[in-house]
């Protein structure tokens, strides 16, 4: 690997982590949901209903991590646990109303601030933005072997 090319990657990653810090500053004020309850309701949201085994692969977590989460969304009446439509044995898990309201909630107010932050940008620049930020997720998804949904592929 050349000089150069090791000076670019140690620049993206230094972006990449004063980009998840200034997101995580942006999830903390005024919203209803922690970080992991905005995950889990988003991907449920997407893709629901899911087993605590299906969402432990889709996130890569222990199922004992996953099935402490879902408990604290279910005891805020976030979630539902529900028969699988399919006949399984396992009991799924979806969003409820108040889940979805939330959840909807909180992505309004992360987008109004992105807006914030982009408001003096050209539309082609927040196009390429985009671009970029999805193409960098879809690698890392390439490289885990797991594809993350997106609302336009629902």
Request: glycine fraction near 6%.
């Amino acid at each position: 690997m050349s000089v150069d090319r090791e000076a670019e990657l140690v620049d993206i990653e230094y972006e990449l982590t004063l980009l998840s810090r200034y997101h995580a500053l942006a999830q903390r004020a005024e919203l209803h949901l922690d970080r992991s309850a905005y995950l889990l309701l988003g991907r449920l949201e997407l893709q629901h209903p899911m087993s605590l085994k299906e969402l432990s692969c889709a996130f890569s977590l222990d199922i004992s991590t996953i099935n402490r989460q879902i408990g604290a969304l279910r005891r805020q009446g976030l979630v539902e646990r529900v028969e699988d439509p399919d006949g399984g044995l396992a009991r799924k898990v979806r969003p409820t109303a108040q889940g979805l309201s939330k959840l909807h909630a909180d992505r309004e107010h992360s987008t109004a601030g992105v807006e914030k932050v982009l408001r003096e940008w050209r539309p082609e620049q927040r196009q390429a933005l985009g671009d970029l930020l999805r193409q960098f997720n879809r690698s890392v998804e390439n490289l885990e072997g797991r594809d993350w949904p997106r609302p336009d592929q629902v």
